[in-house]
């Protein structure tokens, strides 16, 4: 893996690190709202960065709707699959298998 992969998942992992030490105060729905929400706010706050102006900004906002609700799509189904495959594993034995 490269230094770059490594320190996306290096991330990712903190971020999961973080969300699960917030469920010990706040109820795991709370805490799955509040991340998403800080995604969105964090990655509308990207684009405008990324903009050289409110006019590209603009004309930007569409596309990265469409990429990153679609991105966000297939992460969360990879996601709730793999959790399908491995729900023993996971979180606790299927008592209706």
């Given at each position: 893996?490269?230094?770059?992969?490594?320190?996306?998942?290096?991330?990712?992992d903190a971020f999961i690190q973080r969300a699960n030490d917030s469920c010990e105060q706040a109820d795991a729905s709370m805490v799955s709202a509040a991340l998403l929400h800080a995604a969105?706010?964090?990655n509308a706050f990207t684009v405008a960065g990324a903009s050289v102006?409110?006019?590209?900004?603009?004309?930007?906002?569409?596309?990265?709707?469409?990429?990153?609700?679609?991105?966000?799509?297939?992460?969360l189904r990879d996601n709730l699959?793999?959790?399908?495959?491995?729900?023993?594993?996971?979180?606790?034995?299927?008592q209706d298998e």
């Open positions: 893996m490269s230094d770059k992969e490594d320190q996306f998942w290096d991330l990712v969105a706010r964090f102006d409110r006019k590209e900004y603009t004309e930007e906002i569409e596309p990265s709707l469409r990429y990153l609700t679609n991105q966000y799509r297939d992460l699959e793999d959790y399908r495959e491995n729900y023993k594993v996971y979180m606790r034995s299927d």
